[in-house]
């Protein structure tokens, strides 16, 4: 396999993994919310980083350390397909 | 029964948290196939499969276009093992079909514009055209024990079904004789089964062609059909219209496969110079590869040219 390649199957699984993670990230922290504002949920919801500061807040660690392991992946693997001359 | 309920409800959250993640890896494959590493990325894919299945190689430069199934890529090129280069398309778009690919084992690609290349149809020296040999690969279930060391076992596929292009060149010699048609524009299919014999056609094509025969050195061509069979008894069978000698001419003729007879090439033409001679038409044989011999007898103009073997 050539290094493209790798990059876009290293691009299309973090990126997975990094949506499937806030997706249970959310799940978790909204479970306990029932008494916050609708608005709040909303963008806990929307916002995977702030749904993953209050599950740290909360005191979880294993999918907010996920979903941060996974979004910092994602943008460093972007950052070298920009830099990597892949145009030919 | 709570508890039943709870294992249903868990199980139930973990089949759609799968399936959100399936389609997840879907939605993001085909996002990231659109940015310059994932049009590289499929670029090499193509090329690096079917060169593994095949004795040469195939190459794809420049994917402009990943939108599948929807590809352009900006060159298309075939070599055989020893690095003979027998196809080279340019400003290819084309419909790949992923899931009869997938199926087949091949790509498999509904329809073709190519603005431009050329296609070489050289003979080699066992017989069979250069092209065949940089595409052909024995089945697992072909019987030969004298298996050549480039057939390596396996199951390929490869369609072309419907290609329309514009200013190719193709290139034809076997056995001496050279026929260059320049900008050619109609129609083709390629056909590579899962067995050692390719199969191209092409018609509705019109260009310049040029030849090695003193019969027709250059001529302008109209309809012209192409066969490219290695199965049958002729390896390459043609028939087409020509405006040549000053008359319109209908040129049908056949070069064999390396075991088969002679080539053969008939012509026959209803310009005026002959019609007041022959009255409707002559028919003019001539052997391909041997010294030229005429043939020459009334005939009428044939709707569908056939180019008999000589008896």
Known sequence: MTAALWLLLALVLSSTAALVVGVVLTQQVLRHDDDQPWSRRIAVALLWPWAAFEGMRRGRVVAPALFVVFTLTYAALQLAAAVADFSA | ?311
């Not at chain 2, 299919?189 to 030849?211: C, K």
């Not at chain 2, 008939?266 to 391909?288: D, Q």
């Open chain 2, 1 to 311: 029964m709570k508890k039943l309920g709870r294992i249903l409800l868990g199980t139930l959250g973990v089949l759609a948290l799968t399936a959100f993640a399936l389609v997840a890896l879907g939605a993001s494959a085909w996002l990231h196939l659109q940015q310059t590493v994932g049009r590289r990325a499929l670029g090499d894919a193509i090329g690096g499969f079917a060169s593994s299945q095949m004795p040469g190689s195939l190459r794809v430069e420049g994917v402009r276009t990943a939108r599948l199934p929807l590809v352009e890529v900006d060159r298309l090129r075939v070599r055989t093992a020893g690095g003979m280069e027998v196809m080279d398309l340019r400003d290819v778009s084309t419909d790949l079909d992923v899931f009869a690919s997938a199926y087949h084992g091949g790509p498999i690609f509904r329809r073709a514009d190519v603005g431009g290349g050329e296609i070489s149809i050289v003979q080699s020296p066992n017989g069979k055209p250069w092209i065949e040999r940089a595409f052909a690969r024995r089945s697992s279930s072909s019987s030969s024990s004298g298996k050549p060391w480039w057939a390596p076992p396996g199951r390929f596929v490869m369609r072309l079904e419907d290609a329309s292009y514009e200013s190719i060149r193709l290139m034809v010699e076997a056995g001496g004789t050279e026929a260059r048609l320049t900008d050619a524009s109609g129609r083709a299919r390629i056909w590579l089964p899962d067995r050692s014999d390719v199969q191209m056609r092409f018609w509705g094509v019109s260009g310049r062609l040029q030849t090695s025969t003193d019969i027709v050195p250059t001529a302008d061509v109209h309809g012209l059909a192409l066969t490219v069979d290695p199965t049958g008894p002729s390896t390459v069978r043609f028939a087409s219209g020509l405006d040549a000698l000053d008359a319109d001419m209908t040129v049908a003729g056949h070069v064999p496969s390396r075991d088969g007879s002679g080539g053969r090439m008939c012509l026959w033409t209803g310009g005026a110079p002959l019609a007041s001679l022959f009255g409707v038409g002559a028919e003019v044989g001539t052997s391909l590869f041997t010294d030229v011999s005429f043939d020459m007898r009334p005939s009428e103009a044939p709707s569908r040219p056939r180019c008999r073997e000589e008896s």
